[in-house]
């Protein structure tokens, strides 16, 4: 049996915030699963936006941003930059990374950002993401 990537989750502090960021950044409104867990179908892959305390699960530790991050490939780079600006401007101040799309020497064109909880992702042209098929440069 070969294993396949059904579900990732981003851990969110507010969930209305991280919720309402997706949502714009993401052009879909996901579907609310229970007060702690909003789902967005990306291709057969599903983003999971989990708060376990909204849960009521009261001793779950306090949501922490993954440590790493989480790529998006998505048909028009620009046009994500610019949602992802309008949604929250301040996702673009990541430490150690420029700001906008940039070439990457392994061929992606990309941006680096952070969500409302703090959780790095980065969107990738469609056509240009790096999956180890070839030697990088």
């Known amino acids: 049996?070969?294993?396949r990537l059904f579900r990732v989750i981003l851990p969110a502090v507010d969930m209305e915030r991280s919720v309402a960021f997706y949502a714009a950044v993401l052009?879909?409104?996901g579907t609310r699963v229970s007060p702690g867990r909003h789902y967005f179908h990306c291709g057969p892959t599903i983003l999971?936006?989990?708060n376990p305390r909204a849960d009521g699960a009261v001793n779950a530790p306090d949501p922490h941003p993954n440590a790493d991050h989480v790529y998006f490939s998505v048909d028009d780079?620009?046009?994500?930059?610019e949602r992802v600006k309008s949604a929250d401007p301040s996702g673009l101040d990541v430490p150690n990374q420029e700001r906008g799309i940039a070439q990457r020497p392994?061929?992606?064109r990309s941006f680096y950002c952070q969500d409302p909880a703090g959780n790095p992702i980065?969107?990738?042209a469609a056509g240009t993401?790096?999956?180890g098929d070839r030697p990088l440069t």
Not at 77 to 81: K, V
């Open 1 to 3: 049996m070969i294993a």
């Open 129 to 131: 993401e790096f999956t």
């Open 48 to 50: 999971a936006i989990v």
């Open 106 to 108: 392994w061929g992606e």
């Open 77 to 81: 780079l620009a046009a994500a930059l």
């Open 122 to 124: 980065c969107f990738v």
């Open 27 to 29: 052009e879909d409104s």
